[in-house]
Nanobody, 118 residues
Framework: QVQLVESGGGLVQAGGSLRLSCAAS????????LSWYRQAPGKERELVAA???????YYPDSVKARFTISRDNAKNTVYLQMNSRKPEDTAVYYC????????????WGQGTQVTVSS
């Protein structure tokens, strides 16, 4: 089992910055990739950033150049630095861990609300 706890959500003004943290515990050696998703009201959950065990990162065009994902392996923590925030970034942000075992298993945090005011 892997447990994920997100923190750092809150209210920011448009153009402001915020950093989210996700602390992983349990069987963290199984994790092959960590990622951040977000879900706005009435919309489907979407990927906003991902980082692999080897350190490769991915960002969709909607957030590229504004968001940065990073890891602290010693602390088993993944971060999402969000700069130049826009109202459309308002959503619940979720941490995800992909684990390799008998099969690939996804673990999810409970989510943290981020609101960007106009």
């Amino acid at each position: 089992q892997v447990q994920l706890v997100e923190s750092g959500g809150g209210l920011v003004q448009a153009g402001g910055s915020l950093r989210l943290s996700c602390a992983a515990s349990g069987n963290t050696v199984c994790i092959s990739a960590l990622s951040w998703y977000r879900q706005a009201p009435g919309k489907e959950r979407e990927l906003v950033a991902a980082i692999t065990r080897g350190g490769s990162t991915y960002y969709p065009d909607s957030v590229k150049a504004r968001f940065t994902i990073s890891r602290d392996n010693a602390k088993n923590t993944v971060y999402l630095q969000m700069n130049s925030r826009k109202p459309e970034d308002t959503a619940v942000y979720y941490c995800n861990a992909g684990c390799v075992g008998v099969a690939v298993i996804d673990y999810w945090g409970q989510g943290t609300q981020v609101t960007v005011s106009s």
